[in-house]
């Protein structure tokens, strides 16, 4: 698993445990504001599970200097509800209209804090609580930041309504936490441009390995040394490599496409200077820089590695906010892979494409995609991929109220989870998916189909367990 994928499932795991916990109110996020995208894109996937009946409202904008930021956060709110009040209207709710009851006095942020609550009395009856996010993509002025969480957490909200605060600084908000003790359970999420660096020069086969150079001269030794006073010959490290022209004339010969040690040189050096500018924010010089890896790639006809190396161009257009041609490169890689055959990278093409959808709330052809990605995943025999791939779909197509297809990709997911190995089974995402199957079976009023499920789960649970017995006996 690439990095970026690693923090976000390991970042929506820490939600999960601090969602159940029932002590717990406030979960703190250490981490960066150039983070903060991806970190609001970790929790939309989480709110849009199947099983999740928690609102969460994610205000994601910056806090400036000199001009209050909660205007804008209660009109955001206010749009929040009005989306949702639409939603469950689907389902024969009506919400009453919001309404805060205002003096006109108040302060800005105990203005919030109302909106807050209100929200909260509106929906109580119909959902299990409110999650409440707060990232500032930049904060400007940090002790009126300090001051303003502080008194969020401060006011005397029910105890359903919970925080996620993304913070920068781990002692910015002691004050504001003081009182709440193990109230509050602090994660980071992080993605350092290093570890990403070093997981393409794995997955490329570079082995992080840079040119190796002979000893320094030792010409100018002092009279009477035990050594002359000339350079030695060059140390020999391992077999001799093959020169950039012995490659080129091997591989015009019929041989396997691969970088000559130069161009390795300088994929390795692109991907760095994108990896770096990314991490600053320099959007379009990190788009420049993995373009030129891409084309770098392509002209070596080193196409699994061209194919990455799009995908890599794709976030940094995603990151960029330039969607579509997010999309369009995303299509791209997957159209070459499938060329190739390179089928794992097909799915998480695919994968990729289905969460921009996702994101905009396009679910159809969210489903479609995830669904593509299902069917390249079989192609790869990857079965965790396949059954995650699955699950999405099913989760789209349930959000426009297409139970019968829901079922379908769901049940397709539990039957590639049959013949999945223990270690497999326990990675994958296949009991979530059997849980939203059963309630979605139970809904329907379909209770044997669901007691058939409920077995299914016993059987795995007795295959997981007897995975697990032979990896002890061994």
Known sequence: MDPISKEITNFREHLRDFRQDPEARVLRVLTEPTQVG???????????QPDNRCPFLVFDTAYPAKESPFEAMCTSLREHYALLCEGVAEENIELSELDVSLTGEEEPDLVFALHIQEFYSRIREHFDGLLVCWLP???????GWQKSVTKLLNFPFEPFIRFVIADEDKKSLEKAFKNLDSAVITTTFSVDEKTVLEYFKKIMGSGGSEDKESPPSIAGAPAGAARPDVPPPPRLVGPRQPTEEEIRAAIEAGGQPVLTPGEGKRLR?????????IGEGRHDDAI???TMACDLCHEAGVHLEEVLMIMVLASYYQQAGQLIRTGEEYRRAAALAEETEAYPQVAQAYMALGYLYLME??????????????????????????????????TCHLQIKD?????????????????????????????????ALIDLLKRRGLKEQARSVEQLIMEAGEKLRSGGEKVEEE
């Open 403 to 435: 139970s019968d297809q829901a079922e379908r990709c769901w049940r397709a997911a539990l039957e590639a989870g049959e013949t999945s190995t223990p270690d497999e089974l326990r990675l994958s995402s296949f009991m979530d998916v059997a849980t």
């Open 361 to 394: 709330k396009n679910y159809s052809p969210a489903a479609a995609e995830y669904e593509k990605a299902a069917e390249a995943a079989e192609k790869a025999e990857a079965a965790m991929l396949r059954i995650e791939a699955l699950r999405m779909a099913g």
């Open 269 to 277: 050096k692109l991907i760095f200077d994108a990896a770096v500018a």
């Open 38 to 48: 991806t970190l609001t894109k970790a929790l939309r996937a989480e709110e849009w």
């Open 137 to 143: 993509t930049r904060i400007d002025d940090k002790r």
């Open 288 to 290: 420049q820089f993995q």
